[in-house]
C-alpha cells in the first residue's frame, strides 16, 4: 500500500500564489511544507511573461515576469520547503487529503495540516464563446500564443487578428508585432477597453494598433488554415448589428476573452464557490468554506497585478500556520457586502475579526472623481479619493485594526460620487 505524507501543509500549484504562501507559511513556523506543481519549472504563468510591469507595488521596481519570480524562487530554494515539480494533484478531500501523481514517485498521498489552493486559472477557449465557423487550425489563445513564441521559439502566425481586449490580448498585440506579424486589429465586445490603460498605450498606442471597441467576430472562415473572419458592431446588448460586417483577411485569430480560475480540485472537495468570481468564499485568512482549506491568487478571482496576489498568498500561509498550530480563532460570521458600483468583494466574510484585513475589488462601470469607502454598520471607517475606477483594474481598501468586534452585523463596500468634486 502506498504510504500517506503527513506533511504540516501542502500547497498545491508554485506560480507566485504558491511561492508566496509556501514561504510565509514556512516564516510563521511551519517546520514540513510540500510544494506541489504540475510544471516542469517554477514560477506558474511568469516564466512566459517576459514584458516588464510586475512588481511595482511589492518590490517597487519594474520587473518582468521571470524576474519577479525568480526573487521568491530564490527564497524557496534556501528554506526547506520540500518542492515536487512534475507533480500533477488529482483529487482533494474535504478532509484535506490529497492524492497527487509523478513519474517519481508514482501515486503520492498526503494528509496535510492545512492545503493552500494555488492553482492560477485558465483562458476561457473559442467553444466558450461560441464562435461560428470552421475548425481551421490558426484559432488560439493568447497565452497559449505567448508560450508558443516566449519559451518554445515558434511563431504561431503571420496576419492576426485578437479578439478581446483584455491585458494578455493587448501584451500579444504587441508581441506579435515585435516579432514581424501583422496585428491588423483588437476587437472589443464591449464599449471600454478591458485591460490596464498602462498596457493600451504601451501596447497600442505606441504601435499603432487599432482598438476597435463594440466589435465582435461573428465568423471564421478557412477549411484547413483561418483564412479570414467575418467582424461586426455589436449593439447595446452585445448582439451583432446586421450590415455592418467586414471581412477581415487573417491566418491567425488570437482570443483573450477571459480567463476561469482553476477550481476543479476545489469542487471536488466541497469548497464552496462565489458566482461572481467563480473562486472561493473566503475570509479574512483566505480560509475557504472547508476547515483547513486555504486559497489566494487567481484561484481567488482573477487579479490585474501579481503584487496582489503575492499579497493574498502571504495572508493564506500565514492563515495556514495559524491553523495548523491551533491559534486560528473564529469569533463570529460578518458577511462583506458590494454596496454601490461594486461588483464583488475579496473576502466575502469576516470571522477572526482581530486585525486589519486587505479588501479587493472590481467596480461594475467606470466613473470619474469618486470615493472609495468601506462601513462597518454604517459608520465609515476608510475613506479615500479616486480619480478614475474602471472594471479591468482592482482596488484596494481596508478595514483598520480595531475597527472589528463580535456585535458587528456586516461591513459594506462601495463606490460613491466625490461629493466635493461634484
Ligand atoms: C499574459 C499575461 C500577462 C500578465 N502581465 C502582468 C503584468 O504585466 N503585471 C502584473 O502584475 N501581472 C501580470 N499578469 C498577471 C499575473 O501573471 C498573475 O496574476 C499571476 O501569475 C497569478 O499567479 P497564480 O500563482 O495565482 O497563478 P499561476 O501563475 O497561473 O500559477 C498557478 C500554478 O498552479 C499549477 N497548477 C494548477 N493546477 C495544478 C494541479 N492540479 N496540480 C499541481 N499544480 C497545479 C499551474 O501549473 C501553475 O504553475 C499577467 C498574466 C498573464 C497571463
Redesign the pocket.
Known sequence: MTKILRPDAVV????????GAALAAREAGLEEIFL????FEL????P??I??????IVFDQVLT?PEYAQRFIDKVERSGIEVFLD????ELRSDRSLV?VNSRDGVLRMEPGAVVL????RERTRHQVLIPGYRPAGVIC??AA?RYINIEGLMPGRRVVILGSG??GL??ARRFTLEGAEVEGVYEIMDHPGGLTR?LVQCLHDFDIPLHLSHTVTFIHGRKRVEAVTVAKVNENRKPIPGTERLVECDTLVLSVG?IP?NE?SKKAGVVLHPATGGPVVDELMETSVEGIFA????VC????????TFT?EVAGRGAAEFVQGRRRWRGEVPVRPGRNVRFVVPQRLRCLDREVELYFRVQRPERSVRVRVLVDGRVVHSRKARMVRPPEMVRASIPAGALNEGVREVVVEVTPDEKEA
Request: net charge negative.
Open positions: 498545491i500549484g508554485a506560480g507566485p500564489a504558491g511561492l506541489l506543481e504540475r510544471d514560477g506558474g504563468i511568469l512566459q511573461c514584458h516588464d510591469g510586475f512588481g511595482s515576469g507533480t500533477m494533484v488529482l497527487a494555488a492553482m492560477g486559472c493568447a497565452g505567448q491585458d494578455i501584451i500579444m498596457n480567463l482553476e480540485l489566494c491568487g487567481n484561484v482573477v487579479f490585474d497585478l501579481v503584487d496582489y496576489v498568498a
